[in-house]
């Protein structure tokens, strides 16, 4: 299902060449102020078209809200916006039900839903959905910063270029302030041009890259999350893969901590300013599934975008035989950067989540 | 909470050195035969004091089946399992209140139940509690077998030792059979040594050491799962980081895709012996978060024990002063072998729920 | 929170004078033909406006699918509907914030929303929020016919007008047919005039008057439901407490049986055309939370509307003085006709959650 | 399911003539002495074998706690107990795979569990199931009171005979204390002998008799519930509905409030020392779905017990022929006084989860 939570309920609809698409958010608690300006920069981040890593389709996405706002200021009652789909091209996808595109949902799909799904645009399994995921994160990550919780990603690698990692044990407000706020979220700012060029290459080839995007949580109360299956690790995790794409995810030192020895991997307490803080951040803030005061630290890896104008092999459904496929369309040859807001918004859902 | 599920609940409780421990399961149909035999088997490859790698410890662990099983047969009523607590040694754990261990949940857990958890062995949050896990999952497995679906994890890598892959696209019924029988599973054998001397040499340092392990989910119809928040990788994901001590997942190339482009990273399908295939299971048989009928393949981080003899850092709670600490006690220089069954468990246990 | 269901998620939005209203029906599977005409049917029967046991107020309530039904089909993706609110007369409510109405949720929700809630037209807690509702009953009940189940609810009384009950152990196709076509559905139309007329009398006196509805559920498959928590009793009430204004439901002979013996209560079993029915239906075609086969009966108590134009006593909560207040604006002096296709709806969206 | 809860989650296993019974509560905060006397009083008051209106069957039925409470106090870890079942004459149910008994679940079970379901003293359909919801209310219902909520029911009617029922408006402690440890709770004690005497002409005649039973929830916070689905009056009903033999419910005046007008049925907001009270009680406590701070108010009705020794009509599933039955064994000729703390059990439970 496109539901997720459990003390918020967060419903995602829509399909990419349908009506609209959008959200409802319900469980928001009365009396929080919502800059819809804020939103509609998050939106803007993830909204494509802007430049050479993105798809040229333009799209408004503005998302009207249609209850739970009032005044700016939330209800109690649940809030729900509707996105219009006003900049489709259908005809381009006409024959995809016939030839399934590697990569990508038009298979298993045309199986689970007997080829009644909207193949349009991939549907309801496009990247067009992540737009009222965004929207929901935006909303609820306002409340969140009210209660001292700030969250902020940035591209960590593409293909093989990397950016610096966050220093776990400390991240500036400025730091967040200005990752929040740029469109090719950067820690290190000078991988920016490799990176672009690594993304142009791919597409001068008729191909796409993939990446990594890292995200941090700062200012968790020490306690939230619990035990065995209501660990942090879990909540953040049921979120992050509801978002397309995405294949992996570690928290703090993840698959290293793997090659690594206890002695290495332990974070040390200590007593700073009359705190127990930890030296290190291998744990990526989280003992036990639990909060520990230091920022939660994640890695979720993107695959690179199915859609590629390169030939590659397939099958035809209809006469079962053998065949191949070059994907035309609009396509973005690396859909990292836009991925980064999306990120944050589903590690906002899943922390507002778990606050209860 | 460490109730897991919506079509099934699986209900985990007890504490290490309490009374006893056990689990619930919930919604299972009536009318599967269960062979108790098979479940011990799975109950032996996570009990300690096997060899080396693991503690000396011994227990029973035997799960005396309260209800849901009668002559051997499902009846619809929910599963219930008790594991008495025989072999405690509740001395060592005294003073961990005071001085929270490295890694572990004693600083989080104390935060967050205000100093009542119970602390001696871990309390709730041992790795014994994997014991009903592992119950739970070796009672569900046996009903997804007589769906066809198959489940098999070896140990991928210990420290800097690997094991081969699996082939995500054929895996022999003969190596399933071989990988959930043994105690140390692996698919090439010939390594076991020097990961039993990357252990032993932890050990001998009083350290730990951590690594990973693969997991594959074989026989799957195609179709389940679905778009969004109900994609297989959230679904599994949500059970496998219940598992202490994971700390990352990937399924199919998970962080390699990351690095790659979208020509090599696609799977290509093809028509063989009348079915739709992949020629490669990069995808790790999830598209769209739905299967594709190729195995589903997941890796898990698994980082190493936290309690270790070597001298760590940490902080007295009562007299807020930073201080030294070396953990006594039992403990497995490497959990990895052990945490196989409980991870194909904790899988059986996400798909059982997800095929509803 | 206005969201419902395990298996589906209805999630209900929009306040009475704000954007519009809706619904998200999230896991409704691909390829059932919805016939729209059918769906505005139902929201036509619950519509205000048609006489005068309803409000005068007109509203067009045209339900636009944004995404989910693709050319008439389901597509397997959530089924979204947005219902603009376009006749609103807002001024009439703006003293309520201080002077809350008795049996409204006026004061409860300003204390639970801190004052922010939208109070006009009764914002989230309106009678209006049950055209969405109605909305996704509409739609699911579709898809149960084609699975030979059909829902049909009636006046079972209004005051002290009582229509004849079902014969639980036999509904006819007629009937049914019917009363799913009716503004005013009724066993035995012969009481309507009595109906109306108690309806008007209330009405001519600024009062209201409250009622019951009888609901049959016809065609289930016997072994739905289960022991405990999952029985279809608690399941069915969940969602029809869903609907503002009810007040009690009961199954079969209900609260009846609380004065009978058990040979006069339980339900004999016989052989009929070789299919295992009972003679009557006291159980309501419920035994041990499960359906027998047997039409499932419920009745549901609909309280006198609070909205009356008699003066009654409230509190100022600004001056923290008592005083009075008189209901103006336009209310329905009964909504127990316009509420059966409601509790259609509900027992609809409750059974096909059940079925899953 | 055996299910219950969102915030919480009360698992409740076991089958009447099986191993053990018994229940997990998980999500229980830690840091909340538990009186275990009190739990005794409880399931004392449930308990069989006290007088003419119980079966003679003897139990202990004595909880063994396995986990969650250390030196009386919650951990935090989910709270289990195992109730031994000792005390099983199973010889009596033999023949009732065939022969189903009217007013029971034989039939539905068979069919649901096609015949694997444990038949023997109703197997998971008991009433015996109720002792471990008993146990979970009563380690809830201490932790309500340290909130200053208090919880008790009574036995409002059984057969003709009919209890005061409570002023909704004013509830004394000592009535509740009272209530609270009574083996037969009424509110006026005087109804007593006629009620005994009712059962006890049903017990002669081999026959059995209904009830009803009033629960008031005392001291809620105003503001807990919401709209829609959330309401109190749902959620209560799922968990009491959870019960076995309840087939109706309502709230305040409930089914009354049907024959009413608004004017006589809204309750009258006043400003009583200093607070926001209602004249009346009539909605129960609830509006909106919402506590207003008077007492939640709710009567369930109780079918009478199906087990009779009269003869009864049946059906052979193995002949396929009608045929006829008389329920041998022990039984309850009324089950009303039993499920009085039951009924405050499920109370406890709903409210409980409700709070968060």
Chains 1, 2, 3, 4 share one sequence.
């Not at 060449?17 to 409802?24: L, S």
């Not at 006409?94 to 990508?104: I, T, W, Y």
Request: hydrophobic share 35%; charged share 25%.
């Amino acid at each position: 299902m496109s539901t997720f939570g459990k003390n918020i309920k967060v419903s995602v609809f829509g399909e990419s060449h349908g009506e609209a698409i959008g959200a409802v958010i319900d469980g928001v608690p009365a009396g929080f102020e919502i800059d819809m300006d804020k939103v509609l920069v998050q939106m803007a981040r993830r909204a494509p078209g802007k430049d050479k890593t993105a798809t040229p389709r333009l799209e408004k996405d503005f998302p009207r809200v249609m209850s739970g706002i009032l005044n700016g200021v939330t209800t109690g009652a649940p809030i729900a916006c509707v996105i219009e789909n006003t900049n489709t091209k259908s005809a381009d996808y006409s024959n995809l039900l016939e030839n399934p595109r590697p990569g990508h949902s038009d298979y298993t799909a045309f199986v689970k839903y007997g080829g009644n799904n909207d193949i349009r645009g991939g549907g309801h399994f496009s990247g067009r959905l992540t737009a009222p995921i965004v929207f929901a994160g935006a909303v609820l990550r306002q409340i969140l910063e009210k209660k001292g919780i700030k969250i902020a990603a940035h591209i960590s690698s593409i293909g093989n270029v990397y950016d610096s990692r966050f220093d776990g044990a400390e991240i500036s407000d400025e730091l967040i302030d200005t990752l929040n706020n740029s469109a090719f979220s950067l820690v290190d700012g000078s991988v920016e041009e490799k990176m672009r060029e690594t993304v142009e290459s791919a597409r001068k080839d008729g191909d796409s890259v993939g990446g990594t995007i890292e995200c941090a949580v700062v200012g968790m109360p020490i306690g939230v999350g619990g035990p065995l299956f209501s660990g942090i690790e879990g909540e953040i995790s049921k979120a992050v893969f509801g978002i397309p794409s995405v294949k992996g995810i570690e928290f703090g030192a993840g698959f290293d901590s793997a090659h690594r020895r206890g002695s290495e991997n332990n974070d040390a307490f200590e007593y700073k300013e009359g705190k127990v803080v930890t030296k290190t951040n291998n744990c990526g803030g989280i003992l036990g599934g639990i909060s520990n005061g230091m920022p939660i630290i994640f890695r979720a890896a993107i695959k690179p975008t199915p859609s590629i104008s390169k030939q590659q092999e397939t099958v035809n459904l209809k006469t079962k035989e053998n065949t191949t496929l070059s994907v035309k369309g609009r396509h973005d040859p690396c859909i990292v950067p836009r991925a980064v807001p999306v990120i944050e918004a589903a590690a906002a859902i899943a922390i507002f989540d778990m606050l209860g």
